[in-house]
């Protein structure tokens, strides 16, 4: 692990300061080391902040300097992660080392610094690949983000496959990304687009999801974790009906793969992406994995240089996947950060992660549903029923901007407002806004406390004017 | 009618009123105890009529003067007032609270006029603007929104152009309202951007219905015509079909404000 979490050995010859920032992120491998023994000595992530066990939250919290400041005179409480998440200083580091030590074009050159970019953006693949246990880490496309990596499959894969009648059939809960793309290519193949709704639990319904496969279905595409219900579906077992019908499955794994563990083996979805930046990592750079005899069937979606294999003045012959997939010069230092931020997030363990936030996120739903006329959407949480760890909702009354307005403005807390890129789901909830809070390994109860307390007195202050 | 507790928490007192009867008592209790009798009629003639003047007994309780603009202020003064009120408030809370006075005093939109073609484009939260231009050739605006602040927003651009001609209306640009300073967290174009949005549907529909009653009096090109055409390439930014884009690098006042200038 340590190995995987410190730069390559022969990295520190390559300039003198390198060693002393090589030195700097060694002493900080050894203390998170430390810690995670110390967790291990702990029982379990616990909520709790008695001195006795430290929560996840309070341990990291020292690794992102970002939420240390104060934002119109508040404490800033960041509770947006699920629009984009804070990166610790080693990712910043990776990045930084970068472009300061070892910044060259990849895949072209010969000389030192273009090899050794290029074994650390292949690296980074491979760290993606081993994160969600792809079998090869040619199945991963570096793409700038999930939107572009979903684009991707439309364009590529549905253009080539989708003929008039086929249907696609995807959720009313699915972020824009995993709906426009489809409307896209379904207006020019003729495919047709079939929507799940919800059920009584505020759900995608996975019977009537199962009812509408048939063979003339081509591809399921939906989310892993909403991202405004904090559901999560079945992949596995729609995975198994889907293939049951010849239709492949497009997994949107933006709101899981930075909160839990993935593993594309097990869920056997054909297609599945996920962004970088949600997952501690830079923006600009995402991935999208593909089953290899899948991407080797796909034409090209961008062109450009790196895809190619030969180019003529009439024609081009086209590279093998993943490289037909990426034209151009990649995010080469991004790519290799979110290799940095899947090292941090494997040393704490994404099963801690995940057991931490189930807990706060229950914390959150309880105290949020203990304030009055709070309405939240999506599932409860039980025994069954996991819900993630995020909570859009709505209070009587009071707009969701207006909320999120003072929240900022009066206590620091930073909450999203608007349809979160779900238009139709919120048609379909019959708003038009809502409000979101959304948690991750770095929020502590207090974050949680914080934002009740301030919710509260915002309420209280707009219905002053009533 | 006077729960003046309400009152007291105001740093200054409120800019606007209204000596309308309030809907019902404990709706707009904030305007009674302070409303001069002599005086409100001046804001409601900048409303509801232009042919009235202003009135000589200006209240000495309130420290500005737009209660007495008279008829002919320009859309300019009336910019500068709003912007000094805004400054004078220093307590971040206070601004809200005027905001959400000014969101109060708003005239009511019709249920008829809540309609998709007036929803103004591009806003996080749902703003119906309505606009006409009246016989004096002069626009007159309406609007309703589903956030309180937004209705702030709107009422206080409101109260600069209703009534304007077109040109003062075109003549608005983001930088002026930035100055009024309730706040620029982000100079960037968003879609949290409540202010230049509507502005931008005034602007654009205004010149909409120039053009129309231009075309109405036999195609005749207004003395200002080119004026109008420089003003419409500043019209095109997002969220309308537009050839031109425009660089809004300082945006007008977005929803989310700065109350610690």
């Known amino acids: 692990m340590e190995g995987v979490a410190m730069k390559l050995p022969s990295f520190k010859s390559l300039a003198p300061n390198a060693i002393s920032i090589g030195h700097r992120s060694f002493s900080r491998v050894r203390r998170s080391s430390s810690l995670s023994v110390f967790s291990a000595?702990?029982?379990?992530?616990?909520?709790?902040?008695?001195?006795?066990?430290?929560?996840?939250?309070?341990?990291?919290?020292?690794?992102?300097?970002?939420?240390?400041?104060?934002?119109?005179?508040?404490?800033?409480?960041?509770?947006?992660?699920?629009?984009?998440?804070?990166?610790?200083?080693?990712?910043?580091?990776?990045?930084?080392?970068?472009?300061?030590?070892?910044?060259?074009?990849?895949?072209?050159?010969?000389?030192?610094?273009?090899?050794?970019?290029?074994?650390?953006?292949?690296?980074?693949r491979k760290k993606v690949a081993r994160f969600i246990n792809a079998s090869d880490s040619?199945?991963?496309?570096?793409?700038?983000?999930?939107?572009?990596?979903?684009?991707?499959?439309?364009?590529?894969?549905?253009?080539?496959?989708?003929?008039?009648?086929?249907?696609?059939?995807?959720?009313?809960?699915?972020?824009?990304?995993?709906?426009?793309p489809w409307q896209l290519v379904s207006e020019k193949t003729g495919a047709v687009l079939k929507y799940v709704m919800l059920n009584e639990d505020e759900v995608p319904d996975v019977d009537k999801l199962r009812e509408m496969l048939s063979p003339k279905t081509k591809l399921v595409a939906v989310h892993h974790v909403s991202n405004v219900l904090a559901s999560c579906l079945p992949i596995e077992e729609i995975v198994v009906c889907a293939h049951n019908v010849?239709?492949?499955?497009?997994?949107?794994?933006?709101?899981?793969?930075?909160?839990?563990?993935?593993?594309?083996?097990?869920?056997?979805?054909?297609?599945?992406?996920?962004?970088?930046?949600?997952?501690?990592?830079?923006?600009?750079?995402?991935?999208?994995?593909?089953?290899?005899?899948?991407?080797?069937?796909?034409?090209?979606?961008?062109?450009?240089?790196?895809?190619?294999?030969?180019?003529?003045?009439?024609?081009?012959?086209?590279?093998e996947p993943p490289s037909r997939f990426e034209a151009g010069t990649p995010a080469i230092g991004e790519a290799i950060a979110l290799g940095a931020a899947i090292d941090y997030l494997s040393e704490i363990g994404m099963p801690k992660i995940h057991e931490y936030e189930v807990e706060l996120g229950k914390y959150l739903y309880e105290k949020l549903s203990s304030l009055p006329d709070v309405r939240i959407y999506g599932p409860r949480p039980s025994e069954s029923v996991h819900r993630g760890a995020l909570c859009s909702f709505n209070v009587e009354g009071l707009h969701p901007t207006d909320l999120a307005t003072f929240l900022d403005q009066q206590h620091g807390v930073a909450i999203r407002?608007?349809?979160?890129?779900?238009?139709?789901?919120?048609?379909?909830?019959?708003?038009?806004?809502?409000?979101?809070?959304?948690?991750?390994?770095?929020?502590?109860?207090?974050?949680?406390?914080?934002?009740?307390?301030?919710?509260a007195d915002t309420v209280s202050f707009f219905n002053s004017f009533k | 009618m006077n729960t003046s507790s309400s009152f007291k928490v105001f740093a200054s007192p409120p800019l606007i009123f209204s000596s309308r009867p309030p809907k019902?008592?404990?709706?707009?209790?904030r305007f009674s105890s302070k409303v001069p009798r002599s005086c409100p009629k001046?804001?409601?003639?900048?409303?509801?009529?232009?042919?009235?003047?202003?009135?000589?007994?200006?209240?000495?309780?309130?420290?500005?003067?737009?209660?007495?603009?008279?008829?002919?202020?320009?859309?300019?003064?009336?910019?500068?007032?709003?912007?000094?009120?805004?400054?004078?408030?220093?307590?971040?809370?206070?601004?809200?609270?005027?905001?959400?006075?000014?969101?109060?005093?708003?005239?009511p939109l019709d249920d008829t006029a809540r309609v998709s073609a007036n929803r103004v484009p591009g806003c996080t939260t749902q703003v119906w603007l309505d606009i006409k231009m009246d016989e004096f050739g002069r626009m007159r605006f309406k609007a309703d929104s589903d956030s309180e602040i937004s209705k702030g927003f709107c009422s206080c651009l409101i109260w600069i152009l209703d009534g304007a001609k077109p040109e003062e209306v075109m003549g608005v640009r983001s930088e002026d309202l930035s100055e009024m300073n309730v706040g620029v967290h982000g100079k960037e174009q968003s879609r949290v951007?409540?202010?230049?949005?509507?502005?931008?549907?005034?602007?654009?529909?205004?010149?909409?219905?120039?053009?129309?009653?231009?075309?109405?009096?036999?195609?005749?090109?207004?003395?200002?015509?080119?004026?109008?055409?420089?003003?419409?390439?500043?019209?095109n930014g997002s969220y309308m079909e537009s050839s031109t884009v425009h660089d809004y690098s300082i945006s007008l006042l977005p929803l989310y404000y700065d109350f610690t200038i």
């Open chain 1, 246 to 319: 010849g239709a492949k499955v497009l997994v949107d794994a933006c709101q899981s793969v930075p909160h839990m563990v993935v593993d594309v083996q097990k869920l056997n979805a054909d297609f599945l992406v996920a962004s970088s930046h949600k997952m501690c990592g830079p923006t600009g750079i995402g991935f999208l994995y593909g089953r290899s005899d899948l991407l080797q069937s796909m034409p090209p979606f961008l062109g450009g240089g790196e895809m190619i294999s030969d180019v003529f003045l009439d024609h081009s012959t086209y590279a």
């Open chain 2, 193 to 235: 951007n409540t202010w230049q949005n509507v502005l931008m549907t005034m602007q654009k529909r205004t010149m909409t219905l120039v053009a129309a009653d231009v075309a109405h009096r036999g195609g005749e090109r207004p003395p200002h015509h080119h004026k109008h055409d420089l003003l419409f390439k500043y019209v």
């Open chain 1, 41 to 124: 000595a702990s029982s379990s992530a616990t909520v709790a902040t008695n001195s006795e066990s430290v929560s996840l939250g309070h341990r990291v919290r020292k690794d992102f300097r970002i939420l240390h400041q104060e934002v119109n005179g508040s404490k800033l409480v960041y509770l947006d992660s699920a629009a984009t998440s804070q990166k610790p200083s080693v990712v910043l580091e990776a990045l930084q080392n970068y472009y300061e030590f070892y910044n060259s074009n990849v895949h072209r050159g010969i000389h030192y610094l273009s090899a050794k970019a290029t074994d650390e953006f292949e690296l980074a």
């Open chain 2, 24 to 29: 019902n008592a404990s709706q707009n209790p």
């Open chain 2, 42 to 107: 001046t804001i409601r003639c900048m409303r509801d009529s232009l042919n009235l003047r202003s009135s000589p007994n200006a209240p000495s309780a309130l420290s500005f003067a737009t209660v007495e603009a008279p008829l002919g202020t320009k859309t300019s003064d009336k910019l500068r007032i709003l912007v000094s009120e805004f400054r004078s408030l220093t307590e971040p809370i206070d601004r809200v609270k005027r905001l959400l006075n000014y969101a109060a005093d708003l005239a």
């Open chain 1, 417 to 455: 407002s608007g349809h979160h890129c779900a238009q139709p789901l919120h048609r379909y909830l019959g708003v038009n806004a809502s409000a979101r809070a959304s948690l991750y390994f770095y929020n502590t109860k207090e974050d949680v406390d914080s934002f009740v307390v301030a919710l």
């Open chain 1, 138 to 180: 040619k199945e991963i496309v570096f793409t700038r983000n999930a939107t572009e990596a979903i684009n991707l499959v439309a364009y590529s894969w549905g253009l080539l496959n989708l003929k008039p009648g086929d249907e696609v059939i995807l959720t009313v809960a699915e972020h824009h990304s995993c709906i426009v």
